[in-house]
């Protein structure tokens, strides 16, 4: 894990991982390792700008439903999230970090992902 810079998803504790109605998702990441991996790729120091869309699926199923997307990174990308029409079950949240980064007249975009099973129970 010394070069994963997340994201990470954020939870008030980790055994909530029930919700009900609407919630708020909230990820980040490790700027100190990201930096480092920008270095790797001779990118070093030159992160403009980062985004986070979210999305669900019920556990067991292949298709992914978008729930949101925020760059503000002051408030963790947090996007709402109404559980309220979902039917009770497993569930699986993905937050797909997205940070662009730029040299000169280069430009890259590096992605990683997080994944969290959830259970909703209206």
Not at 6 to 18: D, H
Not at 74 to 82: K, S, T
Request: hydrophobic letters at 35%; glycine letters at 8%; a neutral charge.
């Amino acid at each position: 894990m010394g070069n994963n810079w997340g994201p990470r998803f954020i939870v008030p504790s980790q055994t909530l991982k029930t919700f009900s109605g609407r919630v708020r998702l909230r990820e980040t990441y490790d700027e100190e390792v990201l930096n480092r991996e920008l270095e790797s790729l001779d990118m070093a120091g030159s992160a403009i700008q980062a985004t986070n869309p979210w999305y669900y699926r019920k556990k067991g199923t292949d298709t992914w439903i978008k729930i949101g997307e925020s760059n503000d990174r002051r408030d963790n990308f947090a996007v709402p999230w109404d559980t309220g029409r979902l039917v009770d079950g497993k569930y699986e949240i993905l937050g797909l970090m997205h940070v662009i980064a730029r040299k000169g007249e280069a430009e890259v975009v590096l992605a990683r992902e997080s994944v969290a099973e959830v259970t909703i129970q209206n």
